[in-house]
């Protein structure tokens, strides 16, 4: 199994930046995925998941409105759209797919990319 980040570096405040995550080894159209940040110093927190599908979306109140995040299961591949970027949204950037089968949660993490917002 892996998932595999890429899209991060360094953008000046108020610039765009697309992240991707390229999945493979599990059926990723059975799996929700979710895009994860932690900053230095800081835990870990949730930004943005969406549903196996793609028909459900839900996002963390300091990136609505600025952050998309969409998928391809014909490629396998979960996108974080981030636009208005702010210095508080540097951080490592992960993703995340998981799936509850009764009671057993199957998931995996990336290994995250750097996203620096800096002038």
């Known amino acids: 199994v892996q998932l595999v980040e890429s899209g991060g570096g360094l953008v000046q405040p108020g610039g765009s930046l697309r992240l991707s995550c390229a999945a493979s080894g599990f059926t990723f159209s059975s799996y929700g995925m979710r895009w994860f940040r932690q900053a230095p110093g800081k835990e870990r927190e949730l930004v943005a998941g969406?549903?196996?599908?793609?028909?459900?979306?839900n996002y963390a109140d300091s990136v609505k409105g600025r952050f998309i995040i969409s998928r391809d299961n014909a490629k396998n591949t979960v996108y974080l759209q981030m636009n208005s970027l702010k210095p508080e949204d540097t951080a490592v950037y992960y993703c995340y797919a998981w799936r509850k089968f009764t009671t057993q949660l199957y998931d995996y993490w990336g290994q995250g990319t750097q996203v620096t917002v800096s002038s």
């Open positions: 969406i549903a196996s599908s793609g028909g459900g979306t």
